[in-house]
Antibody, heavy 129, light 107 residues
């Protein structure tokens, strides 16, 4: 059973870099797509970016060039770095796995087009002096 | 970006009720639509993906329908654990986007 666990500092100062790790247990990370998603207190969900099974990444343009995502397959870890943080970056940060691709009834679906089936418990990060 | 709009934003219901939540996308997303339930203080849980495919382990009282730009999540026989916030999410294009959420409260 695959489980995800986010870790990192709960408090980051404005203008500094937020660094989070997502540790994956119970399975490989190489064959799946992974995403980071965040949720400001009392608000909705915002997709941050994705790490593909190739290791390449794609992120939400709303973050401009502040996002760096990577993976370490040997450690089974995903990482997120968000630079130049402000109070607006205060949120619960989740890592999540995309539903694996499958074929059914003659149709095949890429993981790219499916939802997020496994989530970490989330980590609250506050940006404050 | 594709905008996802859910309605209603909140609703009041009782245990056993049939509940319907609508999600509309700002453009055609085929059936690349997922639904999630989020209980307070917890991570979202996937209920439905590909618009109508029930995620493994999710009770059959949850059904999803729709294609193109209009989608519906139906809960047939609301249970106490279903009082939560529900989100739709599109996987048609980047950036992935979520609806604003629908909070299901006790009547």
């Amino acid at each position: 059973q695959v489980q995800l666990q986010e870790s990192g500092p709960g408090l980051v100062k404005p203008s500094e870099t937020l660094s989070l790790t997502c540790s994956v247990s119970g399975g490989s990370i190489s064959n799946y797509y992974w995403s980071w998603i965040r949720q400001p207190p009392g608000k909705g969900l915002e997709w941050i970016g994705m790490i593909f099974n190739s290791g390449s990444t794609n992120h939400n343009p709303s973050f401009n060039s502040r996002i760096i995502m990577s993976r370490d397959t040997s450690k089974k870890q995903l990482s997120l770095r968000l630079t130049s943080v402000t109070a607006a970056d205060t949120a619960v940060y989740y890592c999540a796995r995309k539903v694996p691709g499958y074929c059914s009834g003659g149709n095949c679906y890429s993981s790219l087009y499916l939802g997020f089936d496994i989530w970490g418990q989330g980590i609250m990060v506050t940006v404050s002096p | 970006d594709i905008q996802m709009t859910q309605s209603p934003s909140s609703l009041s219901a009782s245990v056993g009720d049939r509940v319907t939540i609508t999600c509309r996308s700002s453009q055609n997303i085929n059936n690349y639509l997922s639904w999630y339930r989020q209980k307070p203080g917890k991570a979202p849980e996937l209920l439905i993906y590909a618009a109508s495919t029930l995620q493994s382990g999710v009770p059959s009282r949850f059904t999803g329908n729709g294609s193109g730009a209009d989608f519906i999540l139906t809960i047939s026989g609301l249970q106490p654990e279903d009082f939560a916030t529900y989100y739709c999410q599109q996987s048609y294009s980047s950036p992935r986007t979520f609806g604003q959420g629908t909070k299901v409260e006790t009547k």
